[in-house]
């Protein structure tokens, strides 16, 4: 909405190295801090695990944010390979990515344990973004709007007080890392239903749309009045395109 601060976070998902971190890292820096970008967008970056701490210290000090890609869902314990959300917070992390498609297609997350996630991150500070969104068959079988109400339905249910402090990202299946992005109204249709699946909760939510948003596109999609931002994959590995992308924030 017209009244919504923007936000525009980029998901690096399984890339970088130290090297090509440190590059990206400094050339986003210095485009944010050389643009007026901030004055109506915040932006951050999605890192893997093992890097939070290099954007910690990379980005400390600059307009930028930073986070993870995935939370545990418990708060410590014998829970080998997790990570959990005071982890994030000890590396100064803003936000967390829960439930991404890629998440629920090749970790059999449920839409309970991503609701679940999201309430570990928001207690331990974090704001979880909460991805949803429909596949091509789910689409074609015009089941977009029961889908993403089915998955946010346990989030719904976390009551009022979350509700409030979440970022949602729908992000259509059939357009992420696709290069088939939704049309600005398809985006729209979809954000404003779930603008009104939130009730008054969801006045001051940001809604992202993700899915193949790019430099070229994405004023287009951000003009839309239920569109907050965007979650960015493959260009958000770009310096010059993640920034042109945050230029339309
Ligand atoms: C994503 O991973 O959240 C995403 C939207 O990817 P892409 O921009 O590459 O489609």
């Keep these: 909405s017209k009244s919504i601060r923007k936000l525009v976070l980029g998901n ?20 944010v801090a050389n643009s007026a970008i901030t004055a109506s967008c915040d932006v951050g970056v999605c890192v893997p695990f093992p890097y939070l701490a290099q954007a910690e210290s990379a980005l400390t000090g600059s307009d930028l944010a930073w986070g993870a890609q995935d939370v545990s869902a418990h708060a410590s314990g014998a829970y080998t390979g997790e990570v959990s ?17 890629e998440r629920r297609m090749y970790h059999a997350e449920s839409d309970q344990l991503v609701a679940d996630k999201a309430k570990i991150a928001l207690d331990a500070g974090l704001i979880p973004v909460v991805c949803i969104g429909e596949s091509l068959a789910e689409r074609e079988a015009d089941q977009t709007l ?30 992420i890392g696709t290069g088939k992005t939704a049309s600005p109204e398809q985006a729209q249709d979809v954000h404003a239903a779930i603008r009104k699946l939130l ?27 239920d569109i907050d931002g965007g979650l960015i994959g493959g260009a958000a590995l770009n310096a010059e395109e993640f920034l042109r992308i945050a230029e339309a924030g």
């Design 12 to 31: 690096w998902k399984l890339h970088g190295t130290l090297s090509a971190n440190g590059s990206l890292l400094s050339a986003v820096r210095e485009g």
């Design 85 to 101: 959300a005071t982890m994030l917070r000890d590396f100064g992390s803003r936000y967390v990515l829960v439930g991404h498609s």
């Design 146 to 175: 029961s889908i993403v109400e089915r998955q946010l339905a346990p989030v719904l249910a976390l009551g009022s007080d979350v509700v409030r402090r979440l970022v949602i990202a729908y992000e259509p299946v059939w357009a």
């Design 199 to 225: 009730g008054e909760d969801g006045a001051s939510v940001r809604l992202l749309y993700g899915g193949s948003v790019k430099g070229a596109n994405a004023a287009s999609l951000f003009a839309m009045a």
